[in-house]
C-alpha cells in the first residue's frame, strides 16, 4: 500500500483532508506530502519548523500551530499543475507541482528531514479523507 487508503493517481484533480496535530517541541520535520513528481522524489512537502508549516524548508505556509489540531486540505489539480494548501479552510498557499508522475499520493505522520530535525518528532492524525474530482 503505497499512500493513505492506497490511492495511488496520475491524472485528475485530487484533494488531501485530515486534521493534524503537533506538539511543542518537534521541529524540522516533514509532516504532509504528495509522493511522486515527474523527475523528483516529491511534488509538495510541509515542514513544520518551531510551529510554523513551510514548503519544504522554504516558503512560510502557515504560522503558530503548535498544540493545536488544524485542518489541513491538500489539492493536488495534476491537468492544471498545481498544488493549493488549506488550512482550517483558509488558502494558505498555491505552487506548481513538480511535474506529472505516475504514482502519486499523499502521505502524512512524520519523517525526518535532512537537516535541523529535532530529537523529538511527532504529529498525530485523525479524519482523513480524500477525494477525487
Aim: glycine share 14%; net charge neutral.
Amino acid at each position: 500500500m503505497h499512500g493513505v487508503g492506497g490511492l495511488d493517481y496520475s491524472s485528475g484533480i485530487w484533494q488531501f483532508e485530515g486534521f493534524g496535530f503537533a506538539p511543542n517541541g518537534t521541529s524540522g520535520v516533514t509532516i504532509s506530502q504528495i509522493h511522486g513528481a515527474a523527475e523528483e522524489a516529491t511534488t509538495i512537502i510541509l515542514r513544520i519548523y518551531n510551529g510554523d508549516i513551510r514548503y519544504y524548508s522554504g516558503d512560510v505556509v502557515a504560522t503558530g500551530l503548535y498544540d493545536k489540531w488544524f485542518r489541513l486540505n491538500l489539492i493536488h489539480d495534476v491537468g492544471g499543475g498545481t498544488v493549493t494548501v488549506y488550512i482550517n479552510g483558509v488558502e494558505k498557499y498555491s505552487t506548481k507541482d513538480r511535474g506529472q508522475g505516475s504514482d502519486l499520493y499523499f502521505k502524512c505522520g512524520v519523517y525526518a528531514a535532512p537537516k535541523d530535525t529535532s530529537y523529538h518528532m511527532e504529529s498525530r492524525w485523525r479524519d482523513i479523507k480524500i477525494y477525487k474530482k
